[in-house]
Nanobody, 125 residues
Framework: QLQLVESGGGLVQPGGSLRLSCAAS????????IGWFRQAPGKEREGVSC????????YYADSVKGRFTISRDNAKNTVYLQMNSLKPEDTAVYYC??????????????????WGQGTQVTVSS
């Protein structure tokens, strides 16, 4: 059974760091594009970062460039999102998702077929 499980969220002060994990089971994660998304209360889900399976290329939303880094550990079948210099506006539920059709990553939520349950990130003093 295909499953994505996010972990690593929590409460952190502004300027702090968190590393989110997206562990996959039921499929080999490195065959597909994986994206990280977030949704704050009252807002639409937005793309944060993604990584392509074809060439490992990565993409970031302008709001997180230079602060967030996506990476993949194929041996652990896990994708990570390292988040540094966190800001209050980064507060949201973070989701990972897989594109089961193509190995090319995009930041469009509609391109992804299967989603994890999400992990809460709260940035506050």
């Amino acid at each position: 059974q295909l499953q994505l499980v996010e972990s690593g969220g929590g409460l952190v002060q502004p300027g702090g760091s968190l590393r989110l994990s997206c562990a996959a089971s039921g499929f080999t994660l490195d065959y597909y594009a994986i994206g990280w998304f977030r949704q704050a209360p009252g807002k639409e889900r937005e793309g944060v970062s993604c990584i392509s399976s074809s060439d490992g290329s990565t993409y970031y939303a302008d709001s997180v460039k230079g602060r967030f880094t996506i990476s993949r550990d194929n041996a652990k079948n896990t994708v990570y999102l390292q988040m540094n210099s966190l800001k209050p506006e980064d507060t949201a539920v973070y989701y990972c998702a897989v594109n089961l059709v193509t190995g090319w990553g995009t930041l469009s939520p509609s391109s992804y077929d299967y989603w994890g349950q999400g992990t809460q990130v709260t940035v506050s003093s």
